[in-house]
């Protein structure tokens, strides 16, 4: 199958976004400023991520970048433009408040996506970048790359999801160490630790790594990995007398014994299986009556 350009609201500066049999690939390609984030990429990937989320195409999302660097985090230059922050009074604070809710939540939608992601990384990934890959659900990483909570070399707490997540990933001790000193982690000792799932010699041996997993996946029943998702997330954040009384609710919400039956004739007949998408999303406010 041919690979075919989605459109979200936009084209696209920062990003190159394709489907290929159900799976959906987001690329990085600023190599040159070093995929950095400002506001444009941050835009670009609501758009995106909102895309995706709504339409019920994609099955599996891969997001891979180009250059020697995944990404630098946030575009230094940020701090210095029209959006510095106005540290000069209460009602400056309080809006900064809420302008970090707003960019949390857009790595927030990497985390509550209806399908699974893969982080695909080469060389640093560095600040914001490390927000970004730990609101994945996998972590595929080339034997070069680092991980780096780079705030704190820069006089703040990171503030975008890493001191969140990564606890949920790594032992305590060793988020606070990354966060207090800044050092770089390697992506041998970062496998070591369970952030990353496997280790390549190369960029293109680790996108065909997350590629070849991508197509697993989007091979199963889209609503049941969805299931899934949802029940390893709510599991993570509750206790397991509750999780398991989740999992119940889920469970009935979502059974179909037509795809357990075809699940099963497809192995028995050694071929692929076929299964119905997800139903497309539509907001409230997008019916017309």
């Excluded at 609101?135 to 975008?160: H, K, P, S, W």
């Excluded at 949920?168 to 966060?179: Q, R, T």
Aim: hydrophobic share 45%; glycine share 8%.
């Amino acid at each position: 199958m041919n690979a075919t350009t989605l459109t979200p609201l936009s084209p696209l500066t920062c990003f190159q976004l394709s489907t290929t049999g159900h799976v959906a690939h987001l690329v990085l390609n600023r190599p040159e400023a070093m995929n950095t984030m400002h506001p444009t990429f941050w835009r670009e990937l609501d758009a995106v991520l909102t895309h995706l989320h709504k339409a019920g195409e994609a099955r599996v999302l891969v997001i891979s970048s180009t250059g020697k660097h995944f990404s630098a985090g946030m575009a230094l230059e940020t701090f210095g433009s029209e959006i510095a922050l106005d540290d000069t009074s209460p009602e400056g604070r309080a809006a900064i408040f809420d302008m970090l809710g707003d960019m949390q939540s857009t790595f927030t939608k990497l985390e509550t996506l209806r399908i699974p992601v893969i982080a695909a990384i080469q060389g640093g990934c560095i600040g914001g970048a490390v927000d970004m890959v730990t609101a994945c659900c996998l972590r595929y990483a080339t034997a070069d790359a680092f991980f780096c909570i780079q705030e704190i070399n820069i006089g703040m707490v990171a503030d975008v999801g890493t001191l969140q997540r990564l606890p949920k990933l790594v032992p305590l001790a060793v988020v606070k160490e990354l966060a207090y000193t800044g050092r770089r982690m390697p992506a041998a000792k970062a496998q070591g630790y369970g952030l990353v799932n496997e280790v390549f010699d190369s960029a293109e041996t680790m996108l065909a790594g997350a590629m070849q997993c991508a197509a697993e996946i989007a091979a199963k029943p889209p609503v049941a990995i969805w299931g899934t998702k949802q029940a390893i997330h709510y599991t993570r954040d509750h206790s397991v007398d509750d999780a398991l009384k989740q999992m119940g609710w889920l469970q009935g919400a979502i059974w179909s014994n037509a795809h357990v039956r075809e699940a099963v004739t497809a192995m028995k007949e050694k071929r692929a299986a076929g299964f119905p998408a997800l139903t497309p999303i539509k907001n409230f406010n997008e019916f017309g009556l």
